[in-house]
Each structure stands twice: as structure tokens, then as C-alpha cells.
């Protein structure tokens, strides 16, 4: 299944995303969730790829794992950082014999250590160019590519961000997954910016239900992403002393504010001028962080109201 395919014929779409983790204790409970997480029907799922590249077998590993054991669509992550053309074919060419053909075509972040991407003599500068490789050379592929709705934190301005999503369109991308966020009005602003540039491709809204408020700061300063003053004002509510907060009042906090930002998302249109358009988005992409308690719930609650309106 192309994922082309599904979000021309289906909506809205549920995937989830995972990484590879980089012991046996963290394969157990990556295995474990995606067990869980399976009768949910997931549209697809995918796997990231470690900074500069540094868990790209076990990316392949696991995807022509979830693929051959789960019988789940899975999107592999390639990314553009610490290598070469001739070593990015060689992981293709391992996705297409594992049966994968979905690909997120990303430039990637800087390996650890490193504070800015670095390009690789033989290799690729940005995503674009990533995508339009992948497509020339094997057409049978599907390609899709991030997006940021509160702006790349790297990108000038809001404009330039938009001509370098333009750009990686124009190259290839097929569709879109959007990097996480907590403030629904950035989005439908954002939804509205790009439709009115005259860009069409399915977007995929992200979604991370906070279940740990160190992380998700550290997240958040990484991507360029906010916090909306609600969110935080309620965070900083269940504190119980300066040192951390209560791990399952965090967690209910996380999943409902989730909830809440889905149904909008899902049922709300924007209030820009392109309405129409941004009132229906394609799906919801939930960030996991290879637990799943948060992401069933979450599911549980969406499911409940939506019989029960």
C-alpha cells in the first residue's frame, strides 16, 4: 500500500510514529507497544533515523519487521546526514527487498555534538534534493517530507520557510507530516499559508500527548515549537514542588489536552481565509515515543466521542 493511495481514498488517517532503540530492554518495549498499538488499525507507521544516520540499520531491521510480523504499512525515515548517495542507495535498495515503499525524505538533524547540519562530500544538501533523487530513480517509490508549522527553526522567515516546502514539493514530496505542535491556531495558520501559495498535497497534523514535562520542553526548544499559555498554566498547576510533577496527573493533563487539540483539528475549520480548505485535514500523526498507554487512551477518548455525537 502506497500511502499516496490511502490518503487519496481515505480520511481522515491514523499512523503513529517509533524509533529504533538502541538496547534489548528498549526492543521489548518498542515491540510491546506496537503489539498494543496494532488493533488500532494504524494506517501506517513509521520509523525515524537516528541523528547522522547512526540507527539506519535498525531502521531497515524494523520496518521489514513490522511489515513481514504486523502485516502494518511502514514509513521508513531517510535522512540526508553523514551520508553518501552511493550509501543511501544501499538502504533503498534494503527497504525495496524488505517490501517497503514509503519513504519520508528528510535532511535530518546534526549528529550529537554537532550544533549545525554539515554537508557530506557526495551526498545531499536538503530534503529537495533527497526527493528529487529517490523519485528519478525509483518511480515505484512513495515520498513524502516534513513541514513545520511554527517555521523551521533554522528557516529566515515564515516565506522563506514556505519557498523551501515549495521546493521540496515541487521535487517530489507527495505528502506531508508536520512536526509537533500544541497550538492548533499556529497549524490552520499555517494550513492556510500553503494552500493559499497554491500547494496541495496532503498534510498530516502531528500530535505528541505530553506524558513527561522535562521532555517535552527539551522537545520543544529543539523544533521551535510553543506551548500555548492554557497548556502551561495547567502544567505548572499540578506541580507538586519545585523538583517535578505528578507522573499520572501529567499524563491525564497530556492525553486530554491531546484529545481536545484532535477534535479540533479533526471537526473545527480555521479562521483564515482559506477555510474551505483547511477545515479538512488529512489525519492525525501521533509522536509515541514507543509507549502506548498515552496514544490508547487517547484513541479511547476520541473513539467515545465520536459515538457519542
Known amino acids: 500500500?502506497?500511502?499516496?493511495?490511502?490518503?487519496?481514498?481515505?480520511?481522515?488517517?491514523?499512523?503513529?510514529?517509533?524509533?529504533?532503540?538502541?538496547?534489548?530492554?528498549?526492543?521489548?518495549?518498542?515491540?510491546?507497544?506496537?503489539?498494543?498499538?496494532?488493533?488500532?488499525?494504524?494506517?501506517?507507521?513509521?520509523?525515524?533515523?537516528?541523528?547522522?544516520?547512526?540507527?539506519?540499520?535498525?531502521?531497515?531491521?524494523?520496518?521489514?519487521r513490522i511489515k513481514r510480523e504486523l502485516g502494518i504499512e511502514p514509513l521508513a525515515h531517510l535522512t540526508c546526514v553523514g551520508s553518501?548517495?552511493?550509501?543511501?542507495?544501499?538502504?533503498?535498495?534494503?527497504?525495496l527487498e524488505a517490501g517497503v515503499r514509503n519513504i519520508l525524505a528528510l535532511r535530518g538533524d546534526p549528529p550529537r555534538g554537532q550544533t549545525q547540519f554539515q554537508h557530506t562530500p557526495g551526498g545531499f544538501r536538503y530534503a529537495s534534493e533527497l526527493c528529487a533523487w529517490l523519485r528519478d530513480r525509483?518511480?515505484?517509490?512513495?515520498?513524502?517530507?516534513?513541514?513545520?508549522?511554527?517555521?523551521?527553526?533554522?528557516?529566515?522567515?515564515?516565506?522563506?520557510?514556505?519557498?523551501h516546502l515549495r521546493a521540496k514539493i515541487d521535487a517530489g514530496a507527495e505528502f506531508l507530516i508536520s512536526q509537533l505542535f500544541f497550538d492548533n491556531a499556529a497549524y490552520f495558520g499555517f494550513l492556510d499559508r500553503v494552500?493559499?501559495?497554491?500547494?496541495?498535497?496532503?498534510?498530516?497534523?502531528?500530535?505528541?500527548?505530553?506524558?513527561?514535562?522535562?521532555?517535552?520542553?527539551?522537545?520543544?526548544?529543539?523544533?521551535?515549537a510553543t506551548i500555548p499559555s492554557v497548556l502551561r498554566s495547567r502544567l505548572d498547576d499540578i506541580s507538586e514542588t519545585t523538583d517535578g510533577y505528578d507522573p499520572q496527573e501529567v499524563f491525564w493533563t497530556g492525553v486530554s489536552y491531546a484529545a481536545h487539540q484532535c477534535r479540533e483539528l479533526l471537526d473545527r475549520p480555521s479562521n483564515g481565509p482559506f477555510r474551505r480548505q483547511a477545515s479538512t485535514v488529512s489525519g492525525i500523526h501521533f509522536y509515541t515515543l514507543n509507549r502506548s498507554p498515552a496514544t490508547r487512551a487517547l484513541f479511547e477518548i476520541l473513539a467515545l466521542a465520536r459515538a457519542v455525537h
Not at 542507495?89 to 534494503?94: G, I, P, Y
Not at 493559499?196 to 523544533?223: E, H
Request: charged fraction near 25%; aromatic fraction near 8%; charge should be negative.
Open 195 to 224: 494552500r493559499g501559495a497554491g500547494l496541495s498535497v496532503p498534510i498530516i497534523p502531528g500530535v505528541m500527548p505530553i506524558t513527561n514535562v522535562k521532555q517535552i520542553d527539551r522537545f520543544t526548544k529543539m523544533c521551535g
Open 138 to 163: 525509483w518511480p515505484e517509490l512513495c515520498v513524502g517530507g516534513a513541514c513545520y508549522p511554527e517555521v523551521h527553526p533554522e528557516a529566515d522567515t515564515a516565506e522563506a520557510d514556505l519557498q
Open 84 to 95: 553518501t548517495r552511493d550509501e543511501i542507495e544501499a538502504v533503498v535498495e534494503r527497504l
Open 1 to 64: 500500500m502506497l500511502i499516496r493511495d490511502r490518503l487519496a481514498h481515505k480520511r481522515p488517517v491514523f499512523s503513529f510514529e517509533f524509533f529504533p532503540p538502541n538496547n534489548e530492554k528498549g526492543e521489548r518495549v518498542l515491540w510491546r507497544s506496537l503489539e498494543q498499538l496494532a488493533p488500532l488499525e494504524p494506517d501506517f507507521v513509521s520509523v525515524t533515523y537516528g541523528a547522522g544516520g547512526s540507527t539506519r540499520t535498525r531502521t531497515v531491521e524494523i520496518v521489514g
